[in-house]
Structures are given as structure tokens and as C-alpha cells.
């Protein structure tokens, strides 16, 4: 499979735990993004990245949460100290500059419970 | 107001119908316009970018008005696979070049038999 990967697919926490989530985007895509996404909403923009460097964040992107992208490839989004409104899906999305009109691609998600 | 505003829907419509969704954006510096379908608990997909001059894609058809900050779908002769929820979408760009997409909430479409 060739498309935009993550992992876990799911994690139930109990309110107060940190998680971390990975996406692995399409091979030789440069840009990398994460957007969440609450039952009955749309996805909504977190945080970006042109190779290693995080360029753009949300204003949802509170102090709990942070993302890296290290070597430009894989990418990791944590949560510090879990609240139950963190409870969503964990949407990751990559593209390629000047490809397709920018298409992003995304990722089947992390589904995020916390109790 | 929320920045992409859609109707929640949702439709039913026998097979065969022709349905048609809205939505209205309130950013002007929006610089291009997508429709994504999301399947139930699955991720979002390009069905299609939405141009001024309008687009067609087999039975699909979008279209933009940047005066109205209006877009829309058409869906003709609508098949049981169409089923799913119709995101509007509306990107800004960013630092770098990359791309802001910000999405409506979608508009749930069932087709029925």
C-alpha cells in the first residue's frame, strides 16, 4: 500500500494520559498536515509541515498538544494530559508541492476515545 | 459564522434523481474550492476541484461563484454508491506554499433503491 499510513488505528486513554500518534505520508510527499475531526463536523487544519519544518499552527493546537516531523518523512502528533474533548479523529494528510494541484492525500485517521 | 457553511442534510432520493448541494463561504481571500466525499467512518477523498468557469466529471458537475462566495454540486442520475457525505471545501494558502483546507460539515446524501 502506497498511500498515506497511521498508526494506532485506534486508542481509548483514560482522561490524563499522554498518546502519540504516527503518520507515514506518501513516499517523496514534502508536505505533511493534520487536521481533527469531531463526529458530525468536518476536518479541521492543526498543524503543517514542508519537510521538517512546521510552518503553520491552528490556534486549536493548544499547549498540550505538540507534532514533529523530524527527518522530514514520518511525522508524530502527541497529546499531553488527555481530556475528554480531546476525543476525536486524527486525521493525517500529505502532498507534494506543484503535484496535482497540491492534492492532499489522506490517511484512514486515529480514532481518539479517552474515558 | 462558521467560515464554510453546507446544509447537513440529509437527502434521500430514490436512484436515478438528480440532487443538488450549496454552500457559501465567508473568507474572500479563499483562492480554490473542492468538493471531498467521505465515506461512513472512512477518510476524506478528492471528488473534485470547482472552478468559475464550472466543471463537469461524468455525472457530476460543480460550480463557483466568487462574487456570492457560492459553490455548488450537482449529482445527476444518482446511483446507490453515492451514498456518502459531500464535503465543501475551500483552501487558503500558507507559508511555504502549502495548503489550508478548511471544510464544511458536510452534507449526508442516501441513495435509495
Known amino acids: 500500500d502506497t498511500g498515506v499510513s497511521q498508526n494506532p488505528r485506534h486508542k481509548i486513554t483514560k482522561r490524563g494520559q499522554n498518546v502519540t500518534f504516527r503518520c507515514d505520508p506518501i513516499s517523496e510527499h514534502n508536505r505533511l498536515y493534520w487536521y481533527r475531526q469531531t463526529l458530525g463536523q468536518g476536518p479541521e487544519f492543526l498543524t503543517y509541515?514542508?519537510?521538517?519544518?512546521?510552518?503553520?499552527k491552528s490556534r486549536l493546537l493548544s499547549d498540550r498538544f505538540s507534532a514533529e516531523r523530524p527527518k522530514g518523512s514520518f511525522s508524530t502528533l502527541e497529546i499531553q494530559r488527555t481530556e475528554q474533548g480531546d476525543s476525536a479523529m486524527y486525521l493525517c494528510?500529505?502532498?507534494?508541492?506543484?503535484?496535482?494541484?497540491?492534492?492532499?492525500?489522506f490517511g484512514p485517521g486515529t480514532r481518539l476515545t479517552v474515558l | 459564522r462558521k467560515e464554510v457553511e453546507q446544509d447537513p442534510g440529509p437527502f434521500n432520493v430514490p436512484e436515478g434523481a438528480t440532487v443538488a448541494f450549496n454552500c457559501t463561504y465567508s473568507?474572500?481571500?479563499?483562492?480554490?474550492f473542492f468538493w471531498y466525499r467521505q465515506d461512513c467512518r472512512k477518510e476524506p477523498k478528492l471528488l473534485m476541484s470547482?472552478?468559475?468557469s464550472g466543471n463537469e466529471d461524468g455525472r457530476f458537475t460543480a460550480q463557483l461563484n466568487r462574487a456570492s462566495q457560492y459553490i455548488s454540486l450537482l449529482i445527476r442520475d444518482s446511483k446507490l454508491s453515492d451514498s456518502a457525505t459531500y464535503l465543501c471545501v475551500v483552501n487558503i494558502e500558507l507559508t511555504g506554499g502549502g495548503n489550508k483546507l478548511t471544510f464544511g460539515t458536510g452534507t449526508q446524501l442516501k441513495v435509495e433503491l
Open positions: 470547482v472552478y468559475s
Open positions: 509541515f514542508q519537510n521538517e519544518a512546521q510552518l503553520e
Open positions: 494528510a500529505s502532498s507534494l508541492a506543484g503535484q496535482g494541484g497540491n492534492e492532499q492525500f
Open positions: 473568507n474572500s481571500a479563499s483562492q480554490s
